[in-house]
């Protein structure tokens, strides 16, 4: 089972009390959009394995939104940050890149 801490409200939550809200820093297209862009938008996700940026929300907590950083190998959750976030914070992405040395990167 997963265990990830709200970086609002500080609670270490089991996933039972969260609500997985899929990829996230995906790039959202106003009005003017073309249908390929929507429909990237709405269909198109990375879904590797290893690595992972994700949205969740604590349903039975706080009720936020925020970000995640997951390996969906391992289960390992690296941190996680706020969902209003652009990029995800330089300390995280540096804990991965000495964890996973491998690793690409964001």
């Known amino acids: 089972m997963l265990i990830i801490k709200c970086p609002y409200c500080g609670v270490e939550a089991e996933?039972?009390?969260?609500?997985?809200?899929?990829?996230?820093h995906i790039k959202r297209f106003?009005?003017?959009s073309s249908d390929d862009d929507f429909e990237n938008y709405l269909f198109m996700r990375k879904n590797h394995k290893g690595v992972n940026?994700?949205?969740w929300r604590h349903s039975y907590g706080?009720?936020?939104w925020f970000h995640a950083a997951r390996c969906s190998?391992?289960?390992e959750v690296f941190g996680t940050y706020p969902a209003?976030?652009?990029m995800p914070p330089k300390d995280l992405l540096s804990s991965i890149k000495k964890k996973r040395p491998e690793w690409e990167g964001f």
């Not at 996933?15 to 996230?24: K, R, S, V």
């Open 30 to 32: 106003g009005p003017g």
């Open 15 to 24: 996933e039972t009390e969260l609500t997985a809200g899929g990829e996230a």
């Open 73 to 75: 190998v391992t289960l």
């Open 62 to 64: 706080c009720g936020k």
């Open 53 to 55: 940026f994700e949205r």
């Open 84 to 86: 209003q976030t652009v």
